[in-house]
């Protein structure tokens, strides 16, 4: 049975660091490029960063690059999300999800999804 498990998540100060892993059971990772997501209160669910198969292209929105960094370890099955200078504007529901490409990454179309993770930011 596949599953993709969150974990890392919790509550943070404005300014500090989490970094969530998206750990996958039932089927290897190094086939698929991955993306993370994130929906806030009362907003649609967007795509924060993404990374390929090979782990040689990574992606992020405007609004995380230079905060985040995504990464991963094919060898653990795991993928990463560092997030640093963490802001409050940054509290949302976080979701791993895995999508088979030949290359590149991408946002849409995602072939299986984790149950996601809280991230709360505030003081």
């Known amino acids: 049975q596949w599953q993709l498990v969150e974990s890392g998540g919790g509550l943070v100060q404005p300014g500090g660091s989490l970094r969530l892993s998206c750990a996958a059971f039932?089927?290897?990772?190094?086939?698929?490029?991955i993306g993370w997501f994130r929906q806030a209160p009362g907003k649609e669910r967007e795509g924060v960063s993404c990374?390929?198969?090979?782990?040689?292209?990574?992606n992020y929105i405007d609004s995380v690059a230079g905060r985040f960094t995504i990464s991963r370890d094919n060898a653990k099955n795991t993928v990463y999300l560092q997030m640093n200078s963490l802001k409050p504007e940054d509290t949302a529901v976080y979701y791993c999800?895995?999508?088979?490409?030949?290359?590149?990454?991408?946002?849409?179309?995602?072939?299986?999804w984790g149950e996601g993770i809280l991230v709360s930011v505030s003081s």
């Open positions: 990374i390929s198969s090979s782990g040689g292209i990574t």
């Open positions: 999800a895995v999508k088979r490409v030949l290359s590149g990454c991408a946002y849409y179309d995602m072939n299986f």
């Open positions: 039932g089927f290897t990772l190094d086939s698929y490029a």
